[in-house]
């Protein structure tokens, strides 16, 4: 079991940025690929980045491939998503995933222009 927290939502204007953090708990953690997701108004969630236990393997969404970096440090439980070059495109409820099967509850990002 893994409960997640998300923090470090909020509005930003255009080219901004913003990093989100996510606080996990559970000893089993360092184990888990970590995946950062975001729905829209209207939309289906998307997987738009996710980073391997090792952090050996990465993946971005091409929509934010070269503004969004993920990290984690499995020594704090945490997952972090920076977000550079914000655009309103952006705009948001961001969650935090280990393994697809563990979701914390999500934080608002909106990006106005």
């Known amino acids: 079991q893994v409960q997640l927290v998300e923090s470090g939502g909020g509005v930003v204007q255009a080219g901004g940025s913003l990093r989100l953090s996510c606080a996990a708990s559970?000893?089993?953690?360092?184990?888990?690929?970590m995946g950062w997701f975001r729905q829209a108004p209207g939309k289906e969630r998307e997987l738009i980045a996710s980073?391997?236990?090792?952090?050996?393997?990465?993946y971005y969404a091409e929509s934010v491939k070269g503004r969004f970096t993920i990290s984690r440090d499995n020594t704090k439980n945490m997952v972090y998503l920076q977000m550079d070059n914000l655009k309103s495109e952006d705009t948001a409820i961001y969650y935090c995933?280990?393994?697809?099967?563990?979701w914390g509850q999500g934080t608002q990002v909106t990006v106005s222009s």
């Open positions: 995933a280990a393994e697809s099967l563990w």
């Open positions: 559970g000893r089993t953690f360092s184990s888990y690929t």
């Open positions: 980073l391997s236990w090792s952090s050996s393997t990465v």
